[in-house]
């Protein structure tokens, strides 16, 4: 930003929404700062003007570059708090799953349905992450998941699989590891069956979250 370099600022954004992206949903009680940091438009009417990440995309991908610096500022003191919060967050896997299953509900309602990156047009990197996400949690229930609900979590597994696959179909561009695929470069076929098979994934995750209840934090299955 400050080279004036709008490419390297459009990326360095995009890395900074996918990983914040990742941790989201892992955060307890839609704190201020995790509403201020997201700036999601379903939060906007509780704003005003746009927040966050969702500020400085509108910054760099059209509606005006004159708030940028003061919209990456705050973003920066957002982070500071944000990065205390994950470090004395604990979840137990059935909370970490149940997290997941909801921010993959609000992925089919409010990304596929409303698309969420107006202005960057790119809406499979919100997708990417949420897949991403499940994909962490899954692997850290592994342990525990496998002794006490093996059929829940075999299931589980597989239909990831397809989902990842589907992702990985729909994918034309990827900078760093972030998935910045045009909203024009994926067919309404494909939007569809991500919006399907997310849903299958859904069920025995839930399944999965109820039969962990009652056992210790992630930390302990690590």
Known sequence: MLRNDLPEARRQWAIAQYNFDLVRSQLTDRSTTELSMAGRLQDQP????????????????GASTTTLRADAETLVTYGTVLEFGLLRAQRTPSAMLLTTVENLGWTVTNVLDHPQELYARCNL???AAS??????????????????????????????????GTLRAATT????????????????????LLAVQINALMTPLS????????????????
């Open 125 to 127: 990197l919100d997708v």
């Open 173 to 192: 561009t990827q900078h760093d590891g972030v998935n910045s695929t045009p909203d024009t470069s994926v067919s309404a076929a494909q939007w569809r």
């Open 46 to 61: 509780f704003f005003i003007g746009r927040t966050g990440l969702h500020a400085v995309e509108a910054d760099l991908f």
């Open 207 to 222: 399944a999965l979250s109820g039969d962990l209840d009652g056992y210790g934090t992630g930390r302990t299955y690590a």
């Open 131 to 164: 897949i991403d996400l499940a994909t962490s949690v899954l692997n850290a229930s592994k342990p525990i998941a496998e002794l006490v609900s093996p059929h829940e979590f075999a299931t589980a597994t597989r239909r990831l699989a397809d989902l990842q």
